[in-house]
């Protein structure tokens, strides 16, 4: 793998900075990466992979996010794919919205199916008010970045690792 596209739609930045990390660790590898938005995103046959990121909003994957999915499924099936969310909740909070967070990929992995997937913790720019702390479970002390940093990095070195391996066949 050469060139690799690593492209994201973001609210809080969360998600732009994590794809800058996959960013990094792609381009540590030898691999070109370019990291931008959804939105930047014109000629598909100048890279040999596609990596698109987006957080959790409204307990869905972006819409943003999807609809290019659906948009661009010809073009995504053509090369391996890879998908990432971010979630303040994907840890944090009830368990029925930790599973539900965990469900938001599977519509679009139904309309290209991704070689592999990443779930991340998000963050949230100010303390949560009180109701919605008490609709989702989230305690009042909670942090306001829930991020692993460890864990992106691993899931970025596997990721690469699979990307070089598919588009090496």
């Not at 930047?40 to 992979?49: I, K, L, M, R, T």
């Not at 679009?108 to 919605?132: C, N």
Request: glycine share 6%.
């Amino acid at each position: 793998m050469k060139k690799l596209c690593i492209t994201y739609e973001t609210v809080t930045n969360t998600t732009k900075e994590i794809a800058e990390e996959i960013g990094h660790i792609a381009g540590n590898r030898g691999v070109i990466p370019d990291v931008i938005p959804l939105s930047a995103v014109e000629n598909f046959d100048q890279y040999d992979a596609f990596v698109i990121g987006a957080p959790v909003h409204g307990m869905r994957w972006k819409t943003e996010a999807t609809e290019f999915v659906k948009k661009h499924r010809n073009a995504l099936k053509n090369v391996p794919v890879a998908y990432f969310l971010d979630a303040y909740m994907l840890n944090n909070g009830y368990h029925f919205w930790q599973t539900r967070i965990r469900k938001c990929l599977d519509p679009v992995s139904k309309i290209v199916k991704p070689v592999k997937t990443g779930m991340f913790g998000g963050r949230v720019p100010d303390p949560l008010p009180a109701p919605m702390r008490l609709i989702f479970g989230v305690k009042k002390e909670a942090p306001l970045d829930v991020r692993d940093e460890n864990a992106i990095r691993t899931w970025a070195e596997e990721l690469i690792t699979v990307l070089s391996e598919k588009s090496s066949r």
